[in-house]
């Protein structure tokens, strides 16, 4: 199944991760690829650890991704990152947003390294990025744009379906979100030497 | 035309194309979003019922009447409508009618792991169970034909990973199906002994000709590869192709009856034979029953979910993945949710608290800590009552806690048996005016319908009263000295009593100005940590983005330290 792409979609209930992976998904499909998601509607509605599965190929059979073969990791904070780091293959790609969203009382929890100084990371500050764009929300479009960079499918895919989702008031702001995110992650090619195929 | 579409999106497509013109259900995880997307039809009648029983009822009636029918529910929600299942399917129908039960392997929102492919060999009837979104929209338009052609309703079972994963599905037309004329047959539908003997034997006789069905239908269909033989159905299948590829594969769309002959055939042509099938050995008991070895469950478990890497690690093929250990991220009460202060209160009162299905499960949890039972949708009550009957001291240390769409879904009879069988127990009816822990369906006291318009708003308080409760209060559930007095109040009377605590879910309005914490006042003591509020941090500071200003903060702090706007508007 070399030629299934997978990517997981990891944060914190409430972050706009849903519609993330919904638009995704879209992209994948106009982009002529076989698309499975998984996500689960869990106990918590806010506030609770949210991860979307994502796999792409030519034909896709599971809905669910193996850990260790996670090609892209799009973390929404960073303990989010940590959860899912140990599932990325060798050589994948973690964009990731700086921030940290603690678990329910806590001020500070340790992280057991510095991941973003990562090699193979893409490190950003999406909700600044995004207030910057017009809409702190879109913080979501940020760190999908950085993983359109690196994609490979036309950026024009991505605006027209951004058009079908997102309602006509918030477009322009989820608009420029999007190009900020793809501006900030050009592919640098010695991080994705064994990136996979597109 | 494609689309992505969840599985249950794509039920209710299949619903459309396929004709249906009556769908009911009550909302639980993972199935509710198949009645959500078939009220966009206008077509369709839909409707939210306030339990399965009474959905499926509303099914039965609906398929006399000659219409094609879906019902959905959970798949503990099966339990509760398993009394007009087990005897429809002796009565068959006259419209298709579809029932189906989402099951939930690995409870990602449930309280068991129940597999529900027995209620259809316990009911002798046909079951199908697809395995993926296409399958999905395909096989509710099958399971109406079958249900038409040999007069039997049919389960259709899905699981969570059907049910919420995302496909690309092949969109149709909208297929009508006029409604089938309505002949009074008191032999086929009045379920009196002597008729329901005639009946139990059309049922078992329909059975002998769904197996041959099983045999012939497409859905059925093998896979020729290596000398390696798997059986599996549902999601299962997608896990066995990613980590068999060589395998050949015996992939079953109709789950029962089995087709005995095709299986028969298939284990001739393979040296090894697996079942692969998550949670109970459904298949592999039958399968070997008929006398074929078979490795399934001692490989495989019936603990939880599957996917690849587990199977490929029960199967020996990989190791298994190095554990993880993250900081963890329980589930929480949202901040501001009404159901907080309450149970801060049952836990500085020391009370035993039976509690019930719903968001408030969350008040088990610490700092809460302020549950001590959850079961099924209505136990709370009837639990608090039989704790009191063990030990009338129980009266007075004990209360129900159950929300309100599952007080409308099965408090009542209980509340009646307390009243009827001189109980005094003490329930306390959290009413957020939603269901909210399903993400926020209507039901009969919340004034709106599944499709938005305008409904009776059942009083509670009357509701309550008509059952013979002479004691109701009403409280704010942001009020926590007026709960407080309540419950006192109320677990020393001597006779059955109902606190209503009322507030809209905190999701649903719109939130006041957060708080602040003065911190010349502070004295880092932590009180207000207890609440167990996501938007109060340590060292107490408020995250003025999470604040809702609900205020309980600012009424447990004993150095007045917390305030700003509180929430008293409602």
């Known amino acids: 199944m070399s030629n299934v792409n997978n990517i997981l979609l990891a944060g914190v209930g409430g972050q706009g991760i849903i519609l993330a992976g919904k638009l995704l998904a879209e992209v994948l499909a106009a982009g002529g690829f076989d698309v499975k998601l998984s996500e689960v509607h869990g106990m918590a509605q806010r506030g609770g650890s949210v991860v979307t599965q994502v796999r792409f190929g030519p034909r896709v059979y599971s809905p669910l991704v193996s850990p260790g073969k996670v090609d892209y990791l799009v973390a929404f904070e960073q303990i989010e990152a940590w959860r899912w780091i140990s599932w990325m293959r060798s050589g994948g790609l973690l964009i990731m947003d700086e921030q940290i969203i603690y678990p329910a009382g806590k001020t500070q929890v340790s992280l057991p390294e510095d991941l973003t100084s990562r090699p193979g990371t893409i490190c950003l500050n999406a909700r600044q990025l995004a207030r910057q764009a017009g809409l702190v929300k879109a913080a979501n479009m940020v760190l999908l744009g950085a993983l359109a960079a690196h994609l490979g499918l036309d950026l024009k895919i991505w605006h027209r379906v951004l058009e079908d989702l997102v309602p006509a008031k918030y477009l322009e702001p989820n608009r420029k979100a999007l190009e900020e995110g793809f501006a900030r992650a050009k592919p640098s090619h010695d991080s994705l030497s064994s990136g996979p195929p597109c | ?570």
Request: glycine content about 10%; some cysteine; aromatic content about 4%.
């Open chain 2, 1 to 570: 035309m494609k689309e992505i579409m969840s599985g249950n999106e794509a039920i209710a497509r299949g619903a459309y194309e396929s004709g249906v013109s009556v769908a009911v259900a009550y909302p639980g995880t993972p199935s509710t979003e198949i009645l959500e997307n078939i009220a966009q039809h206008p077509s369709i009648r839909a409707q939210w019922s306030p339990n399965e029983k009474v959905a499926l009822e509303v099914g039965i009636g609906a398929s006399l009447a000659g219409a094609r029918v879906l019902v959905a529910m959970k798949h503990v929600g099966l339990n509760v409508a398993a009394d007009p299942w087990l005897t429809i399917a002796y009565t068959g129908v006259n419209g298709g009618l579809v029932l189906v039960s989402a099951d939930d392997p690995g409870m990602h929102s449930s309280q068991n792991e129940q597999d529900n492919r027995f209620y259809a060999r316990m009911a002798g009837v046909p079951m199908l169970e697809p395995a993926d979104s296409q399958e999905a929209k395909e096989f509710v338009g099958l399971a109406l034909r079958i249900s038409e052609e040999y007069d039997t309703p049919v389960l259709l079972r899905t699981t969570t990973r059907i049910a919420h994963s995302k496909g690309l599905v092949e969109l149709g037309e909208r297929g009508e199906h006029p409604l089938r004329p309505y002949t009074k047959d008191p032999k086929k539908y009045v379920m009196i002994p002597a008729h329901g003997r005639l009946r139990h034997q059309a049922a078992a006789d329909r059975l002998a000709k769904l197996t041959r069905l099983a045999e012939e239908t497409p859905v059925n269909k093998v896979e020729q590869r290596g000398k390696v033989g798997v059986i599996t159905a549902g999601v299962c299948y997608q896990y066995v192709r990613e980590t068999l590829p060589e395998a050949s594969v015996l992939k079953l769309g109709l789950t029962y009856p089995l087709p005995k002959d095709k299986i028969r055939t298939f284990a001739q042509q393979v040296d090894e034979l697996y079942v692969i099938e998550e949670l109970e050995p459904f298949l592999e008991e039958q399968i070997r029953a008929m006398g074929i070895s078979v490795k399934g469950k001692e490989l495989t478990g019936v603990l939880g979910e599957l996917d690849q890497k587990r199977l490929a690690v029960s199967l020996g093929l990989e190791d298994p993945p190095p554990s993880a250990s993250a900081v963890s991220r329980p589930p929480v009460l949202c901040p501001g949710c009404p159901h907080r202060g309450v149970f801060y209160v049952l836990r500085r009162l020391r009370l035993t608290v039976m509690g019930d299905i719903g968001c408030y499960s969350l008040g088990a949890l610490p700092p809460l800590d302020a549950m001590d039972t959850c079961i099924c949708m209505g136990s709370s009550i009837g639990s608090a009552l039989g704790m009191e009957k063990a030990d009338p001291a129980w009266a007075e240390r004990c209360v129900a806690v159950i929300g309100d769409s599952t007080f409308l879904h099965s408090g009542m009879t209980p509340l009646l048996d307390v009243v009827y069988n001189g109980g005094s127990t003490t329930v306390l009816i959290l009413d957020n005016s939603t269901t909210a822990m399903t993400g926020h369906q209507d039901h009969p006291a919340s004034g709106r319908t599944l499709g938005g318009d305008p409904a009776p708003k059942v009083d509670l308080e009357m509701l309550i009263r008509a059952l013979g409760v002479r004691r109701v209060q009403r409280v704010d559930a942001y009020d926590l000295a007026a709960i407080r007095r309540a419950v006192r109040e109320e677990t020393a009377a001597p006779e059955p009593s109902v606190i209503i605590v009322s507030r809209s879910c905190a999701l649903r309005t719109s939130p006041a100005r957060p708080l602040v914490v003065d911190e010349a006042k502070c004295n880092g003591c932590h009180a207000c940590l207890k609440l167990g509020c996501p938007a109060i941090q340590e060292g107490a500071r408020i995250d003025p983005h999470l604040c809702r200003g609900c205020g309980l903060c600012s009424q447990v702090c004993p150095r007045g330290a917390i305030g700003g706007d509180s929430n008293v508007q409602c």
